[in-house]
């Protein structure tokens, strides 16, 4: 709140809707007096596109907070209304088959939605290679007959064919070097990427 006031940084739709309750106030009210600009009840409903997934792309951490981003056209899926949702952009050709690159995906986190993934579900997994770099990923998960669980790349790429093994005593947490985060729960394909 500290950063707001003093102008450090804008507050977001989301933060207002708590101001307002705070100070008993309209949200409209609210968003007029710090903005300047009307409020749109639109607004409140829409996906922020937060980062990209993209396999084989490692960077030093994956840090998507999700007050930033970009307010998108996608509206937010009403059967998770409340749980804090998320998009990320699709870059590459490791999910191809189904999400080609430029896809939204509409994702909640683990921790929010309380329960494990489900074989079958997408997810976004993140992977730590050997120098410590930090590759985040979608992929489906399945569970073999064996009990095993594995993350799969649908892709028609000769690149991405090799699925990637999830620890048999911990599949959802990261034993080894692959830990999922979240679960994609709606993806919206886009003829041209603007994110």
Known sequence: MTNIITGQREIHVDEMKIVADYIQWDLSKVYEALTGNELRPAMLDKIKVVGAVEAGAYQEAISWDLDDGKISPIDKDSRYQDVPQFGLEVRGNSMNEIYPPGTVLVCVKLYDLGRNPRPKEKVIAYRRNEQGLVEATVKELRQMEDGT????????????QEPLPLSFDDPFGDAEDISIHAVVIKAVINEISDF
């Not at 669980?149 to 991405?160: A, M």
């Open 149 to 160: 669980y594995w993350l799969w790349p649908r892709s028609h790429d000769p690149q991405y």
